[in-house]
T-cell receptor, first 111, second 115 residues
Framework: QKEVEQDPGPLSVPEGAIVSLNCTYS??????FMWYRQYSRKGPELLMY????GNKEDGRFTAQVDKSSKYISLFIRDSQPSDSATYLC???????????FGTGTRLTVIP | DTGVSQDPRHKITKRGQNVTFRCDPI?????LYWYRQTLGQGPEFLTY????????KSRLLSDRFSAERPKGSFSTLEIQRTEQGDSAMYLC?????????????FGQGTRLTVV
């Protein structure tokens, strides 16, 4: 079993839709939860990170963490064609020297 | 450009050849990471440096792979006797002193194709 599970999609939505992206994990030692956006043939770009359970909002993006269920989500409101990319969840734990990534979900927002 | 810089962006090599990639981290960042990403997968950790010291290596880093970070500045990743299975995107990331991995900034990657 992988440390982090993420539905690879692909996911296609019309412009303006609300997008929900999710990851589950098995290791309760994870304490930091990140979402990266990766455009085709580019490096990952950090969107948001959260610590512990709860919600964090940044513009059209909301990250949600439920540590009791080991479930994290990223919501994108009013999705735009420019949001079309692969979204990667990444998890971190105190004392670790690396991030654990999901496989990424490929999102296409159709104009 | 003050981001993480990687060179080359794309490398095509014949099986059995050696290749070397370079990463220039953000200047004040003392932590440097190498990851490998294959098609349809998330990045997988290869190795980590704090300043010039290589502090952790993944089991993915076989003995054909070697990484260095002389003087704690730029880093190189060398693959000897390349195999087709080495074809992937090699990503470098850096993060500041005292930070967790949460502040890791990635470069654009070097895409390796072994033919």
């Amino acid at each position: 079993q992988k440390e982090v599970e993420q539905d690879p999609g692909p996911l296609s939505v019309p412009e303006g839709a609300i997008v929900s992206l999710n990851c589950t994990y098995s290791n309760s030692a994870f304490q930091y939860f990140m979402w990266y956006r990766q455009y085709s043939r580019k490096g990952p770009e950090l969107l948001m990170y959260t610590y512990s359970s709860g919600n964090k909002e940044d513009g059209r993006f909301t990250a949600q963490v439920d540590k009791s269920s080991k479930y994290i989500s990223l919501f994108i409101r009013d999705s735009q064609p420019s949001d079309s990319a692969t979204y990667l969840c990444a998890l971190d734990q105190t004392g670790a020297n690396n991030l654990f990534f999901g496989t990424g979900t490929r999102l296409t927002v159709i104009p | 450009d003050t981001g993480v810089s990687q060179d080359p962006r794309h490398k095509i090599t014949k099986r059995g050849q050696n290749v070397t990639f370079r990463c220039d981290p953000i200047s004040e960042h003392n932590r440097l990471y190498w990851y490998r990403q294959t098609l349809g997968q998330g990045p997988e950790f290869l190795t980590y440096f704090q300043n010039e010291a290589q502090l952790e290596k993944s089991r993915l880093l076989s003995d054909r792979f070697s990484a260095e970070r002389p003087k704690g500045s730029f880093s190189t990743l060398e693959i000897q006797r390349t195999e087709q299975g080495d074809s992937a995107m090699y990503l470098c990331a850096s993060s500041p002193r005292q930070s967790m991995n949460t502040e890791a900034f990635f470069g654009q990657g070097t895409r390796l194709t072994v033919v």
